[in-house]
């Protein structure tokens, strides 16, 4: 069975300054989806990585994706309040070779910043 | 082009009634998944549709659940004699493509069992 883990699980932190989500599931895929959602809210798709060594921006955050270290991080630079929401990540099942459909998701980082 | 509709986005119900969730998908995709999302949890992949046809139910629970993608109209998800645990957000999200294609969430429809 598929495992997605994600930590942390909760981030507190102050304007400006930089963290890092981390990501690691426990079989090979090469597809791996970044999803945010406020509180409430459906999940807004932020970035969708395909393949090793892949690396994406937008604004102040960035992900990347090792499919040997099955590790997908995501970067927050110099963080703003708007970016409060909470963060998942989703391995696409059928990428990893189980044949089976649908995305599995990480428990999601609860991202608070603080002014 | 309208996203991904689902209504109702609120639903009570008490002990042992049933409970129906639709969901539209966006405009020209025939590929339809429903999630379910507990408090303080991820989304759970329950099934993938196509039209008239069900192409993975591996998440859904055996009994009480069911789902639908008909020719015309919406995707239905259906649960039977509802139970406390069934209190979710329960997610659909479309896709243009059978194998890989990035997915497109509804709102959600928030069901709560008194």
């Known amino acids: 069975e598929l495992k997605v883990e994600q930590n942390p699980l909760f981030l507190s932190m102050q304007e400006g300054k930089n963290y890092t989500i981390y990501c690691n599931y426990s079989t090979t895929s090469d597809r791996l989806y970044w999803y945010r959602q406020d509180p409430g809210k459906s999940l807004e798709s932020l970035f969708v990585l395909l393949s090793n060594g892949a690396v994406k921006q937008e604004g102040r955050l960035m992900a990347s994706l090792d499919t040997k270290a099955r590790l997908s991080t995501l970067h927050i630079t110099a963080a703003v309040h708007d970016l409060s929401a909470t963060y998942f990540c989703?391995?696409?099942?059928?990428?990893?070779?189980?044949?089976?459909?649908?995305?599995?998701f990480g428990k999601g980082t609860h991202l608070i910043i603080q002014p | 082009n309208a996203g991904v509709m689902q209504n109702p986005r609120h639903l009570v119900r008490r002990r042992g009634q049933e409970a129906r969730l639709r969901c539209s998908p966006m405009k020209g995709h025939s590929h339809v998944y429903w999630y379910r999302q507990l408090p303080e949890e991820g989304l759970k992949f329950m099934v993938y549709?196509?039209?008239?046809?069900?192409?993975?139910e591996s998440g859904m629970p055996k009994e009480r659940f069911s789902a639908e993608f008909p020719k015309e109209g919406p995707s239905i998800l259906r649960i039977q004699q509802v139970v406390r645990g069934d209190s979710a957000a329960y997610f659909c999200?479309?896709?243009?493509?059978?194998?890989?294609?990035?997915?497109?969430f509804g709102e959600g429809s928030r069901l709560t069992v008194l």
């Open positions: 549709l196509q039209k008239e046809n069900i192409i993975d």
């Open positions: 989703a391995v696409d099942i059928m990428y990893s070779g189980g044949g089976a459909d649908g995305l599995t």
């Open positions: 999200a479309s896709s243009p493509l059978s194998r890989g294609g990035e997915l497109f």
